[in-house]
Nanobody, 123 residues
Framework: VQLQASGGGSVQAGDSLRLSCVAS????????MGWFRQAPGKEREGVSC????????FYGDPVKGRFTISRDDAKNTVYLQMNNLKPEDTAVYYC?????????????????WGQGTEDTVSS
């Protein structure tokens, strides 16, 4: 299974970006999919997670009200719509199947991570 993330870029504060994560490879259904990010010099931080069975969603506090996670099962794709971006959102964003623990849904992991897509938000 491969996860391919895209959609990063350089924007101004207040702008929007939409990240996409396409899952490909063998037939696979994960419990959840979501996004983490890592800013320069900082630890990796959980951003959002969506549970595949019932569409339950989790957001980290820094992004609540600004980011929206969604999925398109027909395209095996998970999206992260990021609005009202702030300079502190600057980071490399990684999609993963391993976000259930972030959301408090149990320690369920598969070890699949995308390569990361870089977002830079200037003030």
């Amino acid at each position: 299974v491969q996860l391919q993330a895209s959609g990063g870029g350089s924007v101004q504060a207040g702008d929007s970006l939409r990240l996409s994560c396409v899952a490909s490879g063998r037939t696979f259904s994960s419990y959840a999919m979501g996004w983490f990010r890592q800013a320069p010099g900082k630890e990796r931080e959980g951003v959002s997670c969506i549970r595949m069975s019932d569409h339950s969603i989790f957001y980290g506090d820094p992004v609540k009200g600004r980011f929206t996670i969604s999925r398109d099962d027909a395209k095996n794709t998970v999206y992260l719509q990021m609005n009202n971006l702030k300079p502190e959102d600057t980071a490399v964003y990684y999609c993963t199947t391993d976000c259930a623990g972030l959301a408090g849904w149990g320690d369920i992991s598969y070890g699949y991570w995308g390569q990361g897509t870089e977002d830079t938000v200037s003030s």
